[in-house]
């Protein structure tokens, strides 16, 4: 993992000396909160529906042991005890006192997190695969560049006021599990003939109003050149993105109305101008950064562990967390294990300071001291060697982190909503939980086979509904909350927009449909066909007609 | 007003001209952008320095006709989150090769002061009331991830140079030239 140095340090503690006094003068009256806003949003502090929330950033997803410890301490000291964490692998604390949050943030440094950038029309917390530097099928780990990222958009004198939010997403693997193509701007690490490692750069992706899948800007990008090149794409953004309507400033509008080849175009001849600055990082650096994410040194062990084989045949909800929720490693004998934060009937994504105490405890004790967070709001040990996983598996499952759902329909991801996001429409959470009780059946999901719920309190999106495969998104219908369903959502390297299959339902009209939208495609499936495929293959007749009955 | 001095340069002292009003021989004047392309000579043949006055809205291929020319530049914020004037003070510095005072104007707060400074800002314009917070902003940070116009190199190349100091008290900026 990346080690602060004196530099970092400094960078951070000053941030969180200026935020103090910022809040020291808002809490004086010296500011007022027109004037405060901008700069406590630049803090990640947003002002809820009932209280401040604070966005903690995870920079791409990866945490210490000791980091978790202190996110736990934060939930129970300054919060509600639990912690939220979200679709970009960031935490939010949804009680904070506005008094408490400078010593929150310094807390927070003093294990080398931030909030910096976690809002405002800035760059944002780069995105990653959460199995980076432990998947078996990685080209290359991702997390030295999304960190380099990280330092050249910190504060960048330039684009730190750009016309709208600006994320960004790397995966290293071909098997995209960070939904790249939804991205401001996507990074797909590759090998070229020659054997360099480069990135393929997209661009214009996003969802909210207007979902676009981002486009293909450049099949190979050398590494070296990775800043200047993403200082060009800004600049141009930066002065052209429309400013005028915040639901038309994204990249996406932008690159939609020029059209690719024409803000390629405007890039390169940027780029060619500034390739010879010294924006891109000297190769020292890039080899202190690369250094810090070595493999961790994982002895070779034997694949088949009796432990496993044993626990395997005698208990079968271990059998089926094996299945979902532990993946094949780069290293022979391991694998990464994925806790779900999907326990049926619960919120999707929270954590209680205890469990994030218990993942920590497990990180050190067979994971490397290691965490992630995904995107798809579970937490993951990367390391762990595979005659653990019966230890692991059943001290995760006693504290009710053993749910076995892993990337079945009840790992759904589900925005704030309106229980606490004062821009929704309806609520998100409740929905999640009454399908997670609807299916609460490990062997029946194990049957209907990986397929992504995806939910949304409204049309920005948080919760991805655009790219699920089913997708639900929460309206306003004349002061009901009404849900839309959307079918045949992608996030992955296949990326595809979801459409709406209808009229909406109310809350329990949903949960119907997504049961009989499921029962056509276990009707209907051939062979192994995922529940993507069979809709691919079916189209939407089919499903309209169950869901909506003929006349 | 008051004018917070970022980099320590002589400032411009300077008429903004109204847009029906000629400047006098000599004088030092500000102009917005449209005039200067639209009535060149009778500004850079008479006028002492002349500076445009450069809104965010303004296509930077505008400056191509007129930047060699500029004594100073006053860069218009609408807003203080329209981030293009920053671009624009970069595109002046980084395209143009323009050395003269560029000043910000509209309402910036002052915890912009230190990303003026970076983008290539020498001056701002600020209502009397921020100017301690301006000023203070200023001496914030000890050093930051990017290389910019001014001279400053980033923390990732001071890491790897033996002896160089990063800091924003000035040198690096237009104080060591
Ligand atoms: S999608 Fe809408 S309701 Fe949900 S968190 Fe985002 S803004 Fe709030």
Redesign the interface.
């Given at each position: 993992m990346y080690a602060y140095d004196t530099y970092d340090h400094a960078m951070v503690n000053a941030r969180v000396a200026e935020f103090r006094d910022q809040v020291d003068r808002r809490m004086k009256g010296e500011l007022t909160e027109e004037e405060f806003r901008p700069l406590r949003l630049m803090n990640g502090l947003y002002l809820q529906l009932h209280a401040y929330m604070l966005r903690v950033a995870i920079p791409y997803g990866t945490l210490s042991a000791g980091q978790m410890r202190k996110l736990a301490h934060v939930a129970r000291k300054y919060d509600k005890g639990y912690g939220h964490f979200t679709t970009r692998q960031n935490i939010q604390y949804n009680w904070p006192k506005l008094s408490e949050t400078p010593d929150i943030l310094q807390e927070l440094s003093d294990v080398e997190m931030h909030a910096i950038q976690t809002s405002g029309n800035c760059i944002r917390n780069v995105t990653t695969d959460q199995f980076a530097g432990a998947a078996a099928d990685e080209v290359a780990d991702p997390r030295p560049y999304a960190e380099l990222i990280r330092q050249w958009s910190t504060f960048h004198p330039e684009f730190s006021f750009l016309p709208r939010k600006f994320k960004i997403a790397i995966t290293g693997a071909a098997e995209d599990r960070a939904a790249v193509k939804w991205h401001d701007i996507g990074l797909v690490l590759k090998q070229n003939e020659a054997g360099e490692v480069g990135f393929e750069v997209l661009a214009g992706g996003g969802m909210g109003r207007t979902p676009v899948i981002a486009k293909s800007m450049r099949e190979f990008l050398p590494i070296s050149d990775m800043l200047s090149y993403l200082e060009a794409m800004l600049r141009v953004y930066n002065e052209q993105g429309r400013r005028d309507n915040k639901y038309k400033a994204r990249i996406k509008i932008l690159v939609d109305a020029m059209g690719i080849d024409e803000y390629r175009r405007q890039v390169d001849a940027e780029w060619e101008k500034i390739r010879h600055v010294p924006i891109d990082v000297p190769e020292e650096e890039v080899a202190r950064i690369k250094a810090f994410f070595a493999p961790p040194p994982l002895p070779v062990l034997a694949d088949a562990a009796t432990e496993v084989d044993e626990l395997e045949n005698a208990n079968f909800v271990f059998k089926a967390w094996l299945a979902n929720n532990t993946g094949a490693h780069k290293v022979p004998g391991h694998a990464h294990v994925t806790i779900s934060l999907k326990p049926h009937g619960g919120i999707p994504g929270d954590a209680t300071d205890e469990q994030m105490d218990l993942v920590a405890d497990l990180a050190d004790a067979y994971s490397q001291s290691e965490i992630r967070v995904s995107h798809e709001q579970n937490l993951i040990l990367p390391h762990v060697a595979k005659s653990d996983l019966p230890a692991l598996w059943s001290k995760l499952d006693e504290a009710g982190l053993g749910t076995p759902n892993a990337g079945l329909l009840t790992d759904i991801i589900a925005c704030p909503g309106l229980d606490y996001c004062s821009l929704a429409n309806t609520r998100s959470i409740p929905i999640a939980q009454t399908i997670t009780e609807r299916f609460d059946d490990i062997k029946r999901l194990m049957d209907i086979g990986p397929l992504k719920i995806k939910i949304s309190g409204c049309i920005n999106s948080c919760g991805h509904h655009h790219a699920g495969h089913i997708g639900i998104l929460g309206v306003d219908r004349r002061g009901e909350e009404n849900y839309q369903l959307l079918l045949g959502g992608s996030g992955a390297e296949d990326a595809s927009k979801a459409a709406i299959l209808g009229p909406g339902f109310n809350e329990a009209g949903i949960v119907d449909a997504v049961e009989k939208v499921v029962a056509v495609y276990l009707g209907e499936r051939e062979d192994d066909e995922t529940f993507l495929s069979a809709y691919r293959r079916l189209g939407p007749d089919v499903f309209k007609e169950a869901v909506y009955g003929t006349d | 007003m008051v004018l917070i001095n970022l980099t320590g340069i002589q400032p411009t002292g300077f008429t903004l001209l109204a847009d029906d009003v000629q400047p006098k021989e000599g004088e030092n004047v500000a102009v917005s952008v449209e005039r200067l392309l639209a009535e060149d000579s009778a500004f850079f043949d008479t006028a002492g320095g002349v500076g445009a006055v450069i809104t965010t809205g303004t296509p930077?291929a505008d400056l191509d006709a007129i930047a060699g020319k500029l004594a100073f530049a006053v860069i218009e914020f609408p807003a203080?989150?329209?981030?293009?004037g920053?671009?624009l003070a970069?595109r002046l510095r980084?395209?143009f090769g323009f050395k003269g005072e560029i000043r910000a104007t509209g309402p910036v707060?002052p915890?912009q002061a230190?990303?003026l400074?970076?983008?290539g800002f020498d001056t701002v314009d600020v209502t009397s009331e921020r100017k301690t917070a301006f000023e203070?902003?200023l001496s914030?940070?000890?050093?930051?991830?990017?290389?910019?116009f001014g001279g400053q190199?980033?923390?990732?190349?001071?890491?790897?140079t033996v002896g160089h100091t990063i800091g924003h008290s000035g040198e690096g900026h237009r104080k060591a030239s």
């Open positions: - | 930077y203080f989150g329209d981030g293009r920053f671009s970069v980084k395209d707060i915890d230190l990303f400074l970076r983008a203070a902003a914030r940070f000890p050093g930051f991830y990017q290389s910019d190199t980033s923390i990732a190349h001071a890491r790897h």
